[in-house]
């Protein structure tokens, strides 16, 4: 069967590679300490007239990943009560700074300051400023042995944990695409629930079986064994050579439109503003695992949330005990816990049909806990980057929000 997924996600970052080939990402992989000036903070908050602080936290497996706190707005807000915590998570192949590239009254982080809230950027292991760990080098593949699996056992509960432990209070959260799938595949575990208030789910993946893109036929000839054996268990860096050899024999194929790729593979995003773009381009996209993509890919294939398939099925009684890998039951997740989805029309990632199953799984949830927002014109992009997400999207997530402080 085919693998749209792989395909699509890679050949996005063919898009963004292109036309961009300076960047400040270091593409040998080397262990490099990152001087706090160069954070997140210095160039895309503090410049706004934001207090921000740079964080660090371990996970379980050894990851050092950075956080960014944004610990109030600039007006009065709440300034004498303790403010409620938000952790924004990013989806793949970008990292946290994908939320803070439009002009600061657009940028969700900053909205979130301003409207009282005390905000946690997350960065996931393997991008920019998470690329350390206690003992593995970059360069290593044993650095990137890991899927969204691990991302779930691992990379939240140790952003949870420190947020939770610095603020002392039930977190809001807020996931973009992988940002949504890693949520729900946690919820679904028991795992965050103790420690959360309430979710916000942005373009929303779960399902992948729908995903239309214009590389499908293309996706339909190729298999996860093929990228297995040319990348081996390594980085997927959208900006190093053999990965930009791989894309480009992708768009060599008959058909595929690699000029237009940001829109065939995100979906048609209605309010991109092009300075935006341009800065996304300079700034992303990020590396992650190969396994990571390999991972989705079988999201696609199969049409269920289960864990990652290692195929052989002696490898996969080894790490589970079982022929086939246990799935994650998203009939599972609590029905009173408050979720907030939103997903756009044009969407060719997060596709309509996908999301109305996830939205049937969760039909039985409690009808006060669970809000739905559908925008007929909006793409993948549009939910981080849109300039008009903030009346559209942003506002209703902080209300939402606000309506959960009893919880
Ligand atoms: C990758 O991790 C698995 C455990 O999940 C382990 O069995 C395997 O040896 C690791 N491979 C490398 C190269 O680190
Ligand atoms: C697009 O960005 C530029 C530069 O930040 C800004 O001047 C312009 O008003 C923006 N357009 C919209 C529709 O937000
Ligand atoms: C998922 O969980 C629900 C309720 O807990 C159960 O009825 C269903 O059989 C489970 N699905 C699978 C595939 O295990």
């Known amino acids: 069967m085919a693998l749209p997924g792989l395909m699509s996600f890679s050949a996005l970052t063919l898009f963004l590679l292109l036309p961009h080939h300076a960047s400040s990402l270091s593409s040998s992989g080397r262990n490099i300490a990152i001087p706090p000036v160069y954070g997140i903070c210095a160039s895309s908050v503090i410049v706004h007239g934001y207090k921000c602080q740079e964080h660090e936290v371990t996970t379980n497996d050894g990851y050092i990943l950075s956080l960014q706190r944004i610990p109030e707005g600039r007006g009065s807000g709440r300034s004498n009560t303790r403010k409620p915590p938000v952790i924004i998570q990013h989806g793949v192949l970008v990292d946290g700074m994908t939320w803070l590239l439009n002009p600061p009254e657009q940028d969700l982080p900053l909205i979130l300051a301003d409207s009282g809230f005390d905000v946690w950027i997350s960065n996931t292991r393997g991008t920019r400023y998470s690329r350390r760990h206690i003992s593995l080098d970059p360069s290593s593949p044993a650095f990137w042995n890991w899927s969204w699996d691990e991302l779930v056992s691992y990379d939240l509960p140790a952003v949870f944990d420190y947020v939770f432990s610095q603020t002392g209070h039930k977190i809001n959260y807020v996931g973009h695409s992988l940002g949504t799938l890693i949520a729900l595949a946690s919820f679904s575990e028991g795992k965050l629930i103790n420690q959360l208030k309430s979710a916000a789910l942005l373009s929303p993946i779960a399902y992948l079986s729908h995903m239309h893109t214009a590389l499908g036929v293309i996706a339909a000839k190729s298999f996860v064994g093929e990228i297995t054996t ?14 930009e050899a791989f894309l480009k024999s992708l768009c060599d194929h008959p058909g595929i439109d690699c000029y237009d790729l940001l829109e ?9 503003n092009s300075s935006t ?43 589970y005990g079982e022929i086939f890998p246990p799935i994650y039951n998203l009939s599972n997740i609590p029905r009173d816990l408050p979720l907030f989805i939103s997903y756009g029309g044009r969407d060719a990632l997060s596709d309509v049909r996908d999301v109305e199953k996830l939205l ?10 669970r809000s739905v927002q559908f925008i ?21 997530v902080v209300s939402f929000f606000n309506r959960q402080l009893n919880r």
């Not at 065939?264 to 991109?272: F, H, R, V, Y």
């Not at 341009?278 to 996209?285: R, S, T, W």
Request: hydrophobic share 40%; charged share 25%; proline share 3%.
């Open 277 to 319: 773009v341009d800065l996304f381009l300079m700034n992303e996209p990020q590396s992650t695992s190969t396994k990571n993509m390999v991972h989705l890919a079988q999201t696609v294939r199969h049409g269920v949330l289960a864990k990652y398939n290692y195929v052989r099925p002696d490898y996969n009684i080894m790490h």
């Open 264 to 272: 065939a593979i995100t979906g048609k995003n209605c309010c991109l």
């Open 360 to 369: 049937d799984i969760l039909k039985f949830h409690d009808e006060d806990k």
């Open 376 to 396: 007929e014109e909006y793409a993948h992009a549009d939910y981080i980057m849109g300039f008009n997400a903030k009346d559209w999207v942003y506002n209703n």
């Open 230 to 243: 040319l990348f081996g268990l390594a980085e997927f860096n959208p900006k190093g050579l053999r990965v």
